[in-house]
Nanobody, 115 residues
Framework: QVQLVESGGGLVQPGGSLRLSCAASRSIASIWPMGWYRQAPGKQRELVASTVNGGSVSNVDSVKGRFTISRDSAKNTVYLQMNNLKPEDTAVYYC?????????WGKGTLVTVSS
């Protein structure tokens, strides 16, 4: 099993930055993919960015060039650096890991972008 704990969400003004962290309960060296989804009110959950063996993927064109995903295997942590945040980035951000054919999710961290 894998337990995921997110942190780093909060309230930020448009144009600001946040870094989300996702700490895993076990080594992430063999966990692929692992990354971040988000769900805004009234919308479906969408893939923001995920690390896959050999690189990263994203399904949200609007975050490309603004969000960067990275992983630190020594700390068993995946990060999402979010720059130039916009009101439309407001959502609950969930950490996701796929391990031995099972999807694992964190409880989510709320990001609110508002002036």
């Amino acid at each position: 099993q894998v337990q995921l704990v997110e942190s780093g969400g909060g309230l930020v003004q448009p144009g600001g930055s946040l870094r989300l962290s996702c700490a895993a309960s076990r080594s992430i060296a063999s966990i692929w993919p692992m990354g971040w989804y988000r769900q805004a009110p009234g919308k479906q959950r969408e893939l923001v960015a995920s690390t896959v063996n050999g690189g990263s993927v994203s399904n949200v064109d609007s975050v490309k060039g603004r969000f960067t995903i990275s992983r630190d295997s020594a700390k068993n942590t995946v990060y999402l650096q979010m720059n130039n945040l916009k009101p439309e980035d407001t959502a609950v951000y969930y950490c996701h890991a796929y391990y031995y054919n099972v999807n694992y999710w964190g409880k989510g961290t709320l990001v609110t972008v508002s002036s």
